[in-house]
């Protein structure tokens, strides 16, 4: 029997640069949909590209995989829908293309059933080869459940030169593994409606000070600054980890996700009462409790409230609605609160991660990187 790990990590590796590679080529639309708003995010992306442009041009590829190449099933199991999908499609269709005695099984569903049914079928007798997965903190918990496997080595040799320091610190667990290949990365930051901003005579904030200026003027003449839902539970955590963020700092910040700081420390309290401000002098819409994510984008949209924090994702409401970026909307990112503290971005990353349950995943990875 072929050993596992090696094949998986060549399908992951095979996965990551043909999507990169799809969506860099599938439209305006689905770039849009990806979001380009941190150097990060850029970088990456153009260094992956560019890997991909390689290793396409490279006709051994395919010859290898179709004479003494990986032959079987694997399965792939994701969440995304819409422009996201129709992208990573076509990377799936490349990816056989490559790789002709692999039986590539994509199945997706929603991203809410999703939530639901990942835990049932990590569980199963027939678990996901693949499947779509955020690191910080999921991971560590399947591992300890024996339901995924790490990819650190391959990751740091085949992989992490092709992202920057940003996105590789982000991939590694607590434990010090890393378990997701990430192929997309989400940055957060205010999203803006330009001609509200025009009619007062606003300019993007970069610092607090600027900020509280933009929120006074547009509350004082009655237009509601910033939408914003807790419907779902999630929508403030952005505004939480940005506060923290600027207050404190990234580092930590991350204590503060692997239990080595406080959420008691006088840094996390300075951080909420200054959000508590903002709340208490009325710049947000007064229904936050009964509102969602899928809310606070239309409310822009319609012009009832003037900007929101929130995640690329939103921006095919905003087209939607027929504003075009730049003369209909634009973005900053979260104001500077202290200049002595590093900025940093706050977002999400997802990626592909493996149970490492198949023979047949494994020979992928290491042909396509070669």
């Known amino acids: 029997m072929k050993s596992t790990k090696p094949m998986m990590r060549l399908l992951l590796a095979f996965l990551a640069l043909a999507l990169v590679a799809a969506a860099c080529s599938s439209g305006d639309e689905d770039t849009t949909d990806a979001g380009d708003n941190s150097s990060e995010n850029t ?16 006709d051994s590829t395919g010859d290898e995989a179709a004479g003494d190449g990986p032959s079987g099933e694997v399965t ?38 999703y939530e639901v049914q990942l835990p ?22 399947q591992s300890q459940n024996g339901l995924i496997e790490p ?95 600027r207050v404190a700092g990234p580092e930590f910040r991350e204590g503060l996700m692997w239990g080595t700081e406080s959420y008691n420390d006088p840094l996390v309290i300075e951080a909420m009462e200054m959000w508590g401000e903002l709340l208490d002098a ?14 606070m984008t239309p409310m822009m949209a319609d012009g009832s409230a003037a900007m929101m924090l929130m995640g690329p994702w939103a921006m095919d409401t905003l087209l939607d ?8 909307f634009g973005m900053f990112p979260f104001p500077t ?12 990353m997802e990626g592909w991660a493996t149970t490492g349950a198949n023979d047949n995943t494994e020979a992928v990875v290491g042909e396509f990187v070669q």
Request: hydrophobic letters at 35%.
């Open 151 to 245: 990819i650190t080595a391959f990751y740091n040799e085949s992989i992490a030169p092709n992202y920057s320091d940003g996105v590789n610190n982000g991939v590694i667990e607590n434990d010090g593994e890393v378990y997701v290949l990430p192929i997309n990365i989400m940055p957060n930051a205010f999203y803006y409606r330009t001609d509200i901003f025009e009619e007062y005579g606003l300019s993007e904030p970069e610092t607090w000070d600027e900020f509280l200026v933009v929120l006074e003027t547009l509350k004082s003449n009655g237009q509601t600054p910033i939408a914003l839902g807790s419907g779902r539970g999630w929508e403030p955590l952005f505004w939480f980890d940005y506060m923290v963020l």
């Open 321 to 328: 609605a027929g504003l075009e970026p730049d003369t209909g």
């Open 76 to 113: 792939l199991y994701h969440r995304y829908t819409d422009n996201t999908e129709v992208a990573l499609d076509a990377g799936f269709d490349y990816c056989r293309s490559q790789l002709p005695g692999i039986d590539l099984q994509v199945t997706n569903v929603s991203g809410e059933e």
């Open 120 to 141: 049932i079928r990590l569980s199963s007798d027939e678990p996901p080869d693949i499947y779509a997965l955020w690191p910080g903190g999921r991971p560590i918990f």
């Open 43 to 58: 970088d990456a992306s153009d260094e992956q590209d560019n890997n991909a442009d390689s290793e396409d041009s490279d």
């Open 337 to 348: 609160i202290d200049p002595s503290v590093p900025a940093a971005t706050e977002g999400a």
């Open 282 to 295: 009325g710049y947000f819409n007064d229904d936050i409790t009964s509102r969602a994510w899928a809310d």
